[in-house]
DNA sequence: TTAATTTGGTTGCCAGGGCAACGGACATTC
DNA sequence: GAATGTCCGTTGCCCTGGCAACCAAATTAA
């Protein structure tokens, strides 16, 4: 069980030393699973949530006429499940899938809030589930920011308002920004046909308003 | 302070006889704004959440070409900034205003997961934290459900993924759906120009698909 | 009652962008 | 080296849907 990376925000601020006896009072296990496996399935309810603690899955929907939307790109250190965990009885809209082998930290929601059972051995109960409730608020806030950029009605806009989100959290005033995606995912995460965004990226190349190689972007002035 | 409704999910399991003191130790207030008065503003850092008690609001952005857009429509029992509230230092990305007088029973977040002071007059306490942590999760869900909605790529299938989402949730098997919106309200929450919206309902009952009257809807067999 | 306002359906216009097909730049493998 | 794959920019075609303008019905005000 000691493969758990340091720095995971779901255990900020407990001590290395308490984590064995936490981990193994809340149930927590190490899942694997083979690329292309379904780690959560459309339609499934689930009771467990999860971080990724190797690999890279993504999620996606399959709409009704069969069309497979990417909704999310989870990364080591990703959370899976956090929001249908907390919900009770709510059926997942989305399929999740290692894209590549992968290990998941598996823990039941239901240990996080519960009363230790373990006769105190366990330090930072409390600890954790103030990080879930953050983790899940994290992930809420992305969601919105996501929600932020599809909102926008064209392809520039859609750009630009994500563009200047990132730079904003890159630190203030800050305008070279290294994008997480490259350009299929940046089309896919915006929405967006992939050739029509190097066109309209292009254009804004063209007018000046930004500059671009590869996944380093830099946003001039006026924006 | 005793103004507070029954049944608000953020209260649920506590005794109605134990609120009082719990809501007084965790420093709640009850606010009220007028019409058109604004909650939350675009930028500013939160640090309480809040139930909306009476009266309406809805939280809009201003994009940087000063397009407004709506976000969320908030009623009674709905919640304000709880996503915000729950990450430290972000700013928030939304404005929110009272579209009627209303009343807001306001909380700070920081006193959710504090251990009480009160030398244990208040009971309830853990019990508010696995409430707000149900609440998030749900708003998250929103979330989720909206972004789903807005990933598919025309207003068909988009007005279409919206009536199952709320055929599901109405109970298996039904297709008889009660719409939260006026038009206006269903073409912002789809994104969707209005009269675009209109044009495809129309197209789509000529074709059998649904039926509808004013804000109830029935989705035909097939879909 | 009539006037005024809100809500929602209709229609013509036209541009933004989805789609498909292609080609060039690099990287990887045999 | 050739061969294969991936990533990304380019371009033409054409349809969807945004926009504006208008109207009918319903609702509210006067």
Chains 1, 2 share one sequence.
Do not use: W
Request: hydrophobic share 40%.
């Amino acid at each position: 069980m000691n493969i758990i990376p340091p720095n995971l925000p779901l255990f900020a601020g407990i001590l290395q030393e308490d984590l064995p006896s936490l981990l193994y009072c809340v149930r927590a296990t190490v899942e694997t699973y083979k690329k292309r496996q379904t780690i959560i399935s459309q339609g499934e309810t689930v009771s467990n949530f999860g971080i990724l603690l190797s690999g890279q899955a993504r999620s996606l929907k399959l709409d009704a006429d069969g069309r497979q939307v990417i909704v999310t790109l989870i990364r080591p250190g990703g959370v899976v499940g956090i929001i249908l965990a907390a919900v009770t009885g709510e059926r997942s809209l989305v399929e999740v899938v290692a894209e590549e082998d992968s290990r998941l930290l598996s823990i039941p929601f239901a240990r996080i809030g519960a009363v230790c059972d373990c006769g105190g051995a366990c330090r930072g109960r409390e600890q954790l589930a103030a990080n879930y409730t953050s983790l899940l608020a994290r992930k809420a806030l992305e969601l919105h920011e996501r929600i932020d950029c599809l909102l926008e009605p064209s392809v520039r806009s859609k750009v630009l308002t994500y563009l200047r989100r990132l730079a904003m959290e890159e630190g203030e005033g800050a305008s070279k920004i290294a994008l997480p995606f490259d350009r299929e995912g940046m089309a896919e995460y915006l929405n967006v046909d992939r050739s029509a965004l190097s066109r309209e990226l292009s254009r804004m190349k063209r007018e000046g308003l930004i500059d671009y190689r590869k996944n380093i972007f830099l946003l001039k002035a006026q924006c």
